[in-house]
């Protein structure tokens, strides 16, 4: 870890995020990817992934996920595994399932692919259809069986919100009934879709205690056949998440048109030139891209960050987090009390205590598609 | 409730995890979904001879004979079953 904040003491990439694409089947109302994807340009061709994905390993990167938009949808998908797999990445598919079937499935394995992630909604068809604005309910639960029939171990995601939270029983019987190892239920985080629609998505106090209950008591009944992580929505917490493990730390993103960023979410930042990999290769990317240095170390840091002994702990959160709430990147993420921007995420919370959580004419709920991004960039 | 191993066992690395050497880390690690350990030397010293056919018993007699005039059994056996409580391990039929 570096500790005076210049760029000659970054240590190496842990994880490379290869975002292959922003299409997707699915529209789902608290997805993470930039709410005007649809101006972004072209796809990165097989040859340029390629040159990130060796670039990327010779730097350290070990740890490689394949996520998008829906990964299934690049036609390539089995060549870029092949090749992460000689390079001797683990590899992680993170995936909707559409477009997925067994001959699939089974050639991605043969290439070398070593875990799937696959998403649902929701335990119910109907929650999970309309959340995602799809019918792709009984795809997955069939998908989810002949995942684990050839081999992968099984992860399941489930995106938790104020919509879904109130089924978490059912939701870690579902886990349990389709023999997964890991579940993962990943309170959803206030980006791109999900900021958007914010209002209909952060849930009650109660709803929250209520989940946490039933996963401690699930925990205490399945022991350790099936692992659970249950990430705390960090709007409900008092210290901000330490996001990524700090700027430029440990992880680095291309996104689908080729740019390198140090989060899924930074694109969006002002005041940023994030490298593109056609233009430079992975290491200066990393150590001497004034963007990827931008926020490392803690000089950046103002107050209350700059003196808290917490700062090697939390880094100071998230610098789109605090982007979104406050303006500003350089501020103190907002979910920490100890900034004087925190009534912003303590009103957003208060605020969802009451109301019934409709969409209305003055908050109507978002879906994930090429329509509404146009609508979006357009502003 | 915590199983404890026995000299007999012979401990496997589960599909979901991979031991690997990682240059840049100048250490082994263990892969698994979305995640990994990076292991101290002495960690790496006893996964890598970890091959689903060595007994925790013999386990013990390479790494003495590697390091010989060490006793190493009571510190190899404290970190199987770390391992094992962590799903780094397993041992078929248990």
Known sequence: ?????????????????????????????????????????????????????????????????????????????????????????????????????????????????????????????????????????????????????????????????????????????????????????????????AFLNRHHLLPTREQLRRAEEATRRFRERAGSSVKVYFVVPDYFERRPKPCMNGWGSVFMVVTADGIALPCHQARMLPGFEFPRVAEHDMRWIWYESPAFNRFRGFDWMREPCRTCAERFKDFGGCRCQAFLLTGDPADTDPVCDLSPEHYRVAEAVERAQGHSGGATAERPLTFRDDRNSRELSSR | MAVRLVSADVPVIPARCRLQWEAAQQAYVILYPEGMVKLSASAGEIMKRIDGRASIAEVIRSLEQAFPGADLRADVIEFLNAAYARGWIEVPGR
């Open chain 1, 1 to 193: 870890m570096q500790e005076d904040g210049s760029k000659s003491r970054a240590g190496s990439p842990l994880w490379l995020l290869a975002e292959l694409t922003y299409r997707c089947p699915l529209h789902c109302v608290f997805c993470s990817n930039p709410v005007d994807y649809i101006r972004h340009g072209a796809e990165l061709p097989t040859a340029a992934w390629l040159k990130v994905l060796r670039e990327a390993r010779e730097l350290g990167a070990v740890q490689l996920g394949f996520s998008g938009g829906e990964p299934l949808t690049r036609e390539d998908l089995e060549t870029l595994v092949g090749q992460a797999h000689t390079l001797g990445y683990y590899t992680n598919l993170i995936t909707s399932g559409v477009g997925l079937d067994e001959g699939r499935i089974a050639r991605l394995r043969e290439a070398g692919l070593d875990h799937i992630q696959l998403s649902f909604q929701d335990s119910t068809r109907e929650l999970n259809d309309f959340l995602s604005h799809t019918r792709t309910f009984d795809l997955k639960l069939n998908l989810a069986r002949l995942i684990k029939r050839h081999g992968y171990p099984m992860v399941l995601n489930v995106v938790l919100h104020r919509q879904n939270l109130d089924h978490i029983e059912q939701i870690l019987d579902m886990a349990e009934r389709l023999g997964v190892e890991y579940l993962e239920l990943a309170n959803t985080q206030y980006y791109g879709w």
